[in-house]
């Protein structure tokens, strides 16, 4: 049998006495589990023991849960601070704000700093210390249900010797009787008061033993009822403190840490704004407003000078072929000469100017004898010429202009006082010839007027691409049958 372990101060008796009770606590058990014993029961007791190791189940997973908060918070000042730090490397000396950032970087890191600090105190800490009571609670519940048990052995034990007290009494009488008969007559009596004496030393060590296992216990069995409750309601108060410390230090922080990214990015604002100007000057000026205004004709669907604006992507739709630029037209600023020769040779008087020296000097030698009448009539001719082709002139410019004006009013008159498509929106002049490739494209001629409708299914429209029907079509037919799609790009809303 292996040697059990001495230490200081331990006595062999005081070993084998931890051995009997072990045993006897093993027996108790056993005669309760076989129902052969009866067990001490408290249920108010055993319920606070079931609320005991729920709270202490809770509270180390909070304390589990909330250290790997901290471990996060710190990982991310980590990498906070790692980020800032490549800006500022990267920050050169003669940008702007390069001082306002450092000091920026640097309070933000004494900001995470903090925030970290502050949860340690406010929070694990409180949490450490709110845990640590539960190891020793826990050790003493143990302690009163082995006190229990040997209580519950004491009474049994006490119990037996009270109902065995006659039957042991038989038992020692017989062999006494003996005894009795082969010893003399003076050493009978002192026999019968050693068995007497023998029998009321067990009751009272069993009456003792049970005496002392009840102290103990309702000792422990007092204090554990007391505190057990007041441990279980103190929980409410520390999950408000705990989770109100980490809300408002995680407020704080977030305030703070706004400031600060609220300043940077000001700073990196005005770098941006110092950098532009730097590289563009007025010349960038310039250059927004020409973007802004070639984005303006985009929008407004015009057309550059170089040329057909590109197709629009369409999904759905096969790449139109590239049209012809738009043929040009006469400009009424055509020079003079331009538009003598659009009336031809016809139209050009006989114009016959000459100078006085061109006339035949009159034999007269004294110019008072000169025929006066004859030399006006020979100039008042090409005056009168001069003045009608001038009015010639005027005419054939505003029967042009007139020419271009009245089709147009013509037409708008004609079509305001025909009834629109249900679905009109608003109308287009074709600027491109566009030849369509599939059955649903509409075929236009540069001049067209288009009546633009909105689509039936909105999510069918295509971007770049407009749904309508030739004016001409709507007037004559009234028939929606040649509407399709075309092209936004080679035309311009009227």
């Not at 006595?11 to 009866?38: C, H, P, W």
């Not at 509270?59 to 500022?88: I, N, W």
């Not at 082969?182 to 008061?193: K, M």
């Not at 002049?429 to 288009?450: Q, R």
């Amino acid at each position: 049998m292996a040697e059990l372990p001495m230490g200081k101060g331990v006595s062999a008796g005081k070993i084998a006495s931890n051995v009997q009770k072990k045993i006897t606590r093993a027996q108790e058990k056993v005669l309760q589990k076989l129902g052969k014993a009866d067990e001490t029961k408290d249920l108010a007791f055993e319920e606070g023991v079931i609320n005991f190791n729920k709270q202490l189940v809770e509270g180390t997973k909070l304390q589990k849960d909330l250290r790997a908060y901290l471990a996060a918070v710190k990982a991310m000042h980590e990498s906070s601070k790692h980020l800032y730090e490549c800006l500022d490397d990267m920050y050169e000396s003669d940008w702007y704000g390069k001082k306002d950032v450092d000091s920026l970087l640097e309070d933000s890191d004494l900001l995470w700093t903090d925030f970290h600090q502050k949860l340690v105190d406010h929070a694990l800490i409180s949490m450490d210390t709110y845990l640590g009571q539960f190891p020793d609670i826990k050790a003493r519940i143990a302690k009163r249900d082995r006190k229990l048990v040997d209580y519950d052995s004491a009474r049994h034990n006490y119990a037996a010797v009270n109902k065995g007290k006659k039957k042991e009494g038989i038992k020692i009488t017989k062999p006494a009787s003996l005894l009795e008969r082969a010893a003399p007559g003076w050493a009978q009596g002192i026999l019968s008061a050693h068995n007497v004496a023998q029998t009321n030393l067990t009751r009272s060590q069993a009456e003792e033993e049970l005496e002392r296992a009840q102290k103990v216990f309702e000792e422990i069995n007092i204090d554990l009822q007391e505190e057990l409750p007041s441990l279980w309601n103190s929980r409410v108060g520390f999950y408000v403190n705990t989770f109100q410390s980490v809300a408002g230090l995680e407020e704080k922080f977030h305030r703070e840490m706004g400031k600060i990214n609220q300043n940077l990015n000001d700073t990196l604002e005005k770098l941006e704004n110092q950098d532009m100007s730097r590289k563009t000057g007025s010349q960038g000026v310039r250059t927004s407003t020409a973007q802004k205004s070639d984005r303006t004709q985009d929008a407004n669907h015009t057309l550059s000078p170089g040329g057909p604006p590109a197709i629009p992507k369409s999904p759905s739709k096969l790449k139109p072929v590239v049209p012809p630029p738009p043929k040009v037209t006469p400009s009424m600023d055509m020079k003079q000469e331009n538009i003598i020769n659009l009336f031809g040779e016809a139209a050009t008087p006989n114009i016959s100017v000459t100078s006085p020296t061109q006339y035949d000097t009159p034999a007269t030698a004294n110019l008072l004898d000169m025929d006066l009448d004859s030399l006006q009539a020979a100039t008042t001719p090409a005056a009168q010429t001069w003045d009608s082709w001038e009015a010639t002139e005027k005419a054939a410019v505003t029967e042009e202009a007139l020419a271009e004006t009245e089709p147009a009013q013509a037409t708008t008159e004609s079509t305001e006082s025909v009834e629109m498509p249900e679905s009109f929106l608003f109308k287009v002049k074709t600027m491109h010839d566009y030849n369509a490739t599939d059955s649903d494209e509409l075929e236009l001629k540069a001049g067209d007027v288009v009546l633009v409708m909105s689509y039936e299914n909105p999510e069918e429209q295509d971007e770049g691409w407009l749904m309508g029907v030739r004016e001409s079509d709507w007037v004559q037919n009234k028939d929606l049958g040649k509407k399709g799609v075309f092209p936004e790009n080679f035309t311009q809303r009227m």
